[in-house]
């Protein structure tokens, strides 16, 4: 009998990560407040429930959170007919959300106290076409037991899998410093082509040069993609990591100079419309 694990948040990432799921062969219990992705999710196998006290019900010992944010998180868990509604003993909460480390310890924290669940982190990397093809790298941190247990979801969903250690929030770090690298190399990458644009260098064969010389990156192999990226997308959630970095810098004396260099210019090296402010 395959085992079923619940999935709440099934929207671009998270949709395609419980397909996978279900394609490896487990029992997809989904839960969105949406109702919109119900009949999609129920098209594919996943066995849709109206609440989330069935969610965690139905769950034999974990439910993946892929919801947007700290608030979202803390009213799944524990508002009401909530996950906790259900009085779960012995389930872990895997929270793959992107949140910041302090704010995912805090999570972490007041899942322990306040109820019989426990919970791990599961940044994840690779955006929706590693989560259509079930090839995100998952950045994970908590128990390292429970980690390990439960690495087959995480092979349903990803190509490869890190941990980090005991803390919640460190997977989270992890995300960041991955991100801050990418940012970075965005921008060095748009600067050199800018420079060569300026002398009519053919940018095909100047990304050619690179793939094959000391300037490679995953940047320079995914430009044609990442050169589509638009304020309201993509580059809206690096800048928003990249500004969650400079903070972690700030908060722990960590100096961060190309990352806030990086994050001032993104837009500007990219050639792309600024965000309007908020």
Do not use: C
């Not at 979202?72 to 910041?100: C, H, R, W, Y």
């Not at 995953?218 to 690096?238: C, F, G």
Request: aromatic residues 8%.
């Amino acid at each position: 009998m395959s085992k079923k694990i619940g999935f709440v948040g099934l929207g671009t990432m998270g949709f395609p990560m419980a397909v996978n799921l279900k394609k490896a062969g487990f029992e997809v219990i989904g839960y969105d407040a949406f109702k919109g992705v119900y009949e999609k999710a129920s098209a594919a196998g996943i066995t849709m429930v109206e609440t989330l006290k069935e969610v965690a019900e139905q769950a034999d010992e974990a439910i993946i959170s892929m919801v947007r944010d700290y608030a979202q998180n803390v009213d799944i868990i524990f508002g009401e007919n909530a996950i906790l509604s259900a009085q779960p003993k012995n389930k872990t909460i895997i929270v793959m959300s992107t949140l910041d480390p302090d704010t995912m310890n805090q999570l972490g924290k007041k899942v322990e106290e306040e109820s019989d669940l426990r919970l791990i982190s599961a940044a994840v990397s690779g955006g929706a076409s590693g989560a259509q093809a079930g090839t995100l790298s998952i950045m994970t941190s908590g128990s390292e037991a429970i980690v390990k247990s439960f690495q087959p979801y995480f092979d349903a969903i990803g190509s490869n899998t890190f941990y980090y250690g005991e803390e919640p929030g460190n997977s989270q770090v992890a995300k960041l410093v991955n991100n801050m690298i990418l940012g970075i190399n965005m921008n060095a990458l748009a600067e050199g082509l800018k420079l060569g644009e300026h002398y009519n260098l053919p940018q095909e064969e100047v990304l050619n040069l690179l793939q094959v010389s000391t300037g490679d990156s995953w940047v320079v192999r995914n430009w044609s993609d990442i050169s589509e990226w638009t304020a309201d997308t993509a580059l809206a959630v690096l800048l928003k990591d990249l500004k969650a970095a400079y903070n972690e810098g700030l908060k722990h004396n960590v100096t961060l100079p190309f990352n806030a260099l990086s994050s001032t210019q993104l837009f500007d090296s990219m050639g792309k419309e600024k965000p309007k402010a908020k």
